[in-house]
């Protein structure tokens, strides 16, 4: 009797234990989004009005267009810029140049290219870096209705393509870059979008062939309109582009968008699109994404396509309420993924994923994590159906290295591990993914 009593009671202890972790991770974690809710508070509607007039007010910011006015062309507008992101202190403004030789149907004659990159440095001992970006470049069309691309100071004021994009960035590094960050910032305004994203291809290979840290690239490309050319209306949401697999590393990005802003901008919808881009079409994210990195695109839920690169691209035809919905999202994520721990590794140097079947019918999940553990709540190990596009079920692993789920079989579902801080900001979940299979070569030959 006795006995059996200590037992029920040893039971509903570790119960006890378990319920009030995660009771307590949660609490832990509400504190992370009231602190993410507090940054987006500051985005100012008249800032991001005034940045988009300004950008437009170029009048045009075609790669190739005027360099040397100060009121007109992508000079002028270079300059501005770099102002702009100069008045916000704790950030190094630099710019990334190239010289281009004329080359193909886009790039005429020759020319310079700079992409702007503002860069807010965080305090993580290993490089970390998260790429935030726009691109500043404009095109119009030409009087004939066509694209000619040697026509470069015709009027293209790019207010929605992409000066939208570009004045939440601003506003984005001006909210930030007070606050303390463990992964670096890259905000970064590229140029030579429209010639065929040669300003991101550019630097996505320079960040490729550097061996440098980027763990998330978010492209935010026409982010202010809100009326289809068809006379529809959607102000209620944000399509978030990634491309596949299911379990690849920009899907999961994507995965992180949609959570954060369901708890910071509730009134406000992500529509994860399960797709590299729109039909026919590349961002400034698609560069990034083919160097190995995760990298996903924002783009309003209706486009105008009687307006995109045309003189009507100007601020009357946006809506600045819509940008700044967007920009909240954004703002919201890019913070917690930079003020997260790192994510768990979860295959070994050599790509194998870090989990076995246990006594031989459970999922044994191990992962690797350097760093100091007491800046951690613990380890969220997350589980879905292969089919399902969401993860289904969490639990929280504690601050161990590894987490048996019992007669689970590692074949039949996806598993992943993220860290959450103790200040509520979690990481990227990191998927144990299936490494390809080699094809298998033999000796031999055909008996006829
Ligand atoms: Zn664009």
């Known amino acids: 009797m006795k006995k059996g009593f200590s037992f029920a009671a040893l039971i509903f202890l570790v119960a006890f234990i378990f319920s009030n972790f995660s009771l307590k991770a949660q609490e832990i974690e509400a504190s992370g989004y009231e602190f993410l809710k ?5 985005i100012s509607a008249e800032n991001i009005t005034r940045m988009i007039k300004s950008l437009q007010d170029f009048k045009t910011r075609n790669l190739l267009s005027e360099q040397k006015s100060d009121t007109f062309g992508s000079g002028a507008a270079r300059r501005w810029l770099i102002k702009e992101f100069q008045k916000i202190s704790g950030l190094e403004v630099v710019q990334d140049s ?11 004659r020759d020319t310079e290219l700079h992409n702007i990159v503002a860069i807010k440095k965080g305090k993580a001992a290993r490089e970390r870096i998260i790429i935030v970006n726009a691109h500043y470049d404009t095109i119009a069309v030409s009087r004939d209705g066509r694209f000619h691309y040697d026509d470069v100071n015709t009027e293209a004021p790019g207010a929605n393509d992409d000066a939208s994009g570009v004045a939440a960035l601003l506003e984005m590094a001006r909210i930030i870059a007070p606050l303390e960050t463990e992964a670096t910032i890259h905000f970064i305004a590229f140029s030579g979008e429209e010639q065929g994203l040669v300003g991101s291809t550019l630097y996505a290979r320079k960040m490729k062939e550097q061996g440098r840290k980027v763990e998330a690239v978010l492209t935010m490309d026409m982010i202010g309109n809100i009326k289809a050319g068809n006379g529809y ?9 990634s ?3 299911s379990d690849s590393p920009s899907r999961e990005l994507a995965r992180y968008v949609r959570r954060v802003a369901e708890q910071v901008v509730p009134s406000f919808e992500v529509s994860l699109i399960f797709r590299a881009d729109r039909f026919g079409r590349g961002g400034d994210h698609t560069p990034f994404v083919q160097e190995g990195f995760a990298g996903i695109r924002f783009t309003e839920a209706r486009e105008n396509y009687s307006i995109q690169h045309t003189t009507q691209d100007t601020i009357e035809n946006l809506s600045v309420n819509y940008v700044m919905d967007v920009t909240r999202v954004v703002l919201a994520s890019v913070l917690s993924l930079a003020c997260a721990p790192e994510a768990p590794a979860v295959a070994s140097e050599r790509g194998a994923p870090l989990l076995g079947r246990g006594r031989g019918y459970d999922a044994e999940l191990r992962w690797n994590w350097e760093g100091d553990r007491e800046k951690i709540a613990g ?8 089919k399902a596009p969401f993860w289904e079920r969490c639990y929280f692993a504690g ?9 689970v079989s590692i074949d039949d579902l996806t598993f992943g591990v993220s860290a959450l801080g103790v200040n509520g900001l979690e990481s990227l979940v990191s998927t144990y993914r299936m490494p390809p299979r080699r094809r298998a070569e033999y000796n031999f030959r055909e008996i006829k």
Do not use: C, H
């Open 243 to 245: 491309d596949d697999p």
């Open 98 to 108: 190239y010289f281009l030789p004329a080359q193909g149907q886009r790039i005429v």
């Open 399 to 407: 601050r161990g290295d590894s987490f048996l789920l019992e007669n």
């Open 38 to 42: 507090k940054a987006v508070a500051q």
């Open 233 to 241: 209306i959607d102000s209620t949401r944000i399509r978030v582009f």
């Open 379 to 386: 380890f969220k190990v997350y589980v879905r159906d292969t």
